[in-house]
């Protein structure tokens, strides 16, 4: 029996299937840009992009669209998947319909501008010449809050594009309690000495064919199904869906300090494992993606932190390691064990350990929170970036790139952001709470490299509701309780003190 019964529910997923049809394109055609495509391709490529960007615009702003939406919000007695496809298809036409043209030409124009310039100024090692960029995007952003409408804070409007009803204040709360309780843990872990905060396996290098084998072994194991789903190279790593039987990551080689890797593919089958273990039956639905960037986040630092860097995880996959990187022969599981859980204050977030990877995040809200209410100047950006980052983790950067500069998201207009990976963070030492009582066996089974039981209870917790709930309705339905940091202060704590 179909989920959607409902007469106008059904009619609006009709007209919603022509869109998935060209959401479905794009995705294709970004996953080339970044895997396959010959250099040259990048201008048509950006000309089709956009005139499918417009082409689903328009689709979902047409009157029809709106009133069959305005409707289906109408119908009462529906159920949890039809409320959740009208409410899933509610918030993009609010989000589109609120945003003025003008706006959205404005902040594609900008944006494509702002990469470049960051690039440039990135390398040159120069702000001054990202500066008026960062400062028309953050007018933008001002100007986007205002039109989306808010409560408290004009923040809020920003987050919720990403986390769906998360607000400022409830960041403000998340992030207090991780400041003081995080540099605490810091501080024991150093002082107890017992992670060290540098290996020397960082430096060693590698090749990368073999490093692929450990990979490609690594994901069957997990369970990653071959025959829907693939792993390609990129520069940057990333998790894109065509469907639910069509998901693709990619990784990255540097060609040493193989943990990056190896860590990359893991977190990246994390998020491929949420596309692929949602309900079949929301195929070509608005259903069929996740709850929010941050539940999304959590899975993939479930199985890149919570299993992957365990001490259990390590011991089962180190004979594989071994079968194709032989310079391990030199080291004893334990020794790779403290090279993947090295904790160190470090410059650079996507260096960043569990440990103190939050401060980089802390760090960026605070910034972005002050932009938005006008309480920081862009032109300020810098000196309280240095000093905030010496007051965290008693380093300074020397120069702007591995400051200020080394992120992309700004640059791309994307202010509301960066709190969705802290709430992955959270969320993963939430569920891994759970999945304890629920399997207590949890770590022998991961030991065993037995992954099923695991699989089948996020599957059953989170993965097959797709985006029938909002984040915070997710967790409620499923674990019985809001998001709650202590988890993850509890879990560092006993892995790293106790
Ligand atoms: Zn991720």
Do not use: C
Not at 330 to 358: H, M
Not at 399 to 427: A, R
Not at 456 to 477: C, I, N, R
């Amino acid at each position: 029996m179909s989920l959607f019964e409902d007469e106008v529910v059904k009619k609006l997923l009709e007209y919603y299937r022509i869109i998935w049809a060209i959401n479905h394109a794009q995705s294709l055609l970004s996953w080339d840009t970044e895997t396959n495509m010959p250099i040259k391709g990048v201008e048509e490529r950006s000309i089709a992009m956009a005139e499918l960007a417009a082409l689903a615009q328009r689709l979902m702003l047409k009157e029809e669209f709106a009133k069959l939406v305005e409707e289906a919000e109408k119908r009462e007695g529906l159920n949890i998947y039809e409320a959740g496809v009208v409410r899933v298809l509610n918030r993009s036409l609010k989000i589109y319909r609120s945003l003025p043209e003008w706006l959205v030409k404005e902040f594609a124009k900008v944006s494509e501008e702002a990469k470049v310039v960051w690039r440039q100024a990135k390398e040159k090692d120069d702000y001054k010449l990202f500066e008026p960029y960062l400062d028309k995007i953050i007018d933008l952003n001002r100007k986007a809050a205002d039109f989306l409408g808010y409560e408290e804070h004009p923040y809020d409007a920003l987050l919720d594009l990403y986390e769906e009803g998360f607000r400022t204040r409830d960041a403000d709360r998340m992030f207090n309690l991780l400041e003081s309780e995080l540099k605490d843990i810091f501080d024991k872990i150093r002082e107890a000495g017992k992670y060290p905060s540098k290996h020397q396996l960082e430096e060693v290098k590698y090749n990368k064919d073999a490093m692929k084998r450990v990979n490609e072994e690594i994901l069957n194991i997990l369970g990653y199904p071959r025959d829907r789903a693939r792993m390609d190279v990129s520069a940057h790593p990333f998790t894109i869906e065509m469907g639910i039987d069509d998901v693709r990551i990619t990784t990255r080689y540097e060609g040493f300090d193989f943990k990056r890797s190896l860590f990359s593919t893991i977190h990246e089958f994390g998020h491929a494992l949420y596309a692929l273990q949602v309900d079949p039956r929301f195929k070509a639905t608005p259903l069929a993606g996740g709850a929010s960037l941050g539940i999304h986040e959590s899975q993939s630092r479930f199985w890149e932190n919570i299993i992957g860097r365990s001490r259990e995880f390590t011991e089962a996959i180190y004979p594989i390691i071994k079968k194709h990187l032989d310079f391990i022969t030199a080291y004893t599981p334990e020794e790779v064990y403290l090279y993947f859980n090295t904790v160190r204050a470090s410059l650079i977030r996507t260096e960043a350990d569990e440990v103190t990877y939050n401060f980089h995040i802390l760090l960026r809200f605070k910034i972005e929170k002050m932009l938005i209410e006008g309480s920081l100047k862009v032109s300020d950006v810098p000196e309280y970036w240095n000093n905030m980052m010496d007051s965290l983790l008693g380093i300074k950067p020397k120069n702007y790139s591995e400051g200020v500069l080394q992120d992309i998201h700004w640059s791309m207009g994307n202010i509301g952001y960066f709190p969705t990976y802290t709430i992955g963070n959270i969320v993963s030492a939430q569920i891994r709470h759970h999945i304890l009582k629920a399997i207590p066996d949890l770590y022998e089974k991961v030991y065993s490299l037995k992954f099923d039981e695991i699989r089948e209870y996020l599957k059953e917790k989170v993965h097959k509701w797709g985006s029938v709930f909002k984040p915070a309705d997710l967790l409620k339905h499923s674990f019985g309780e809001e998001m709650d940091a202590k988890y993850f202060l509890d879990y560092l704590r006993e892995k790293y003190l106790s």
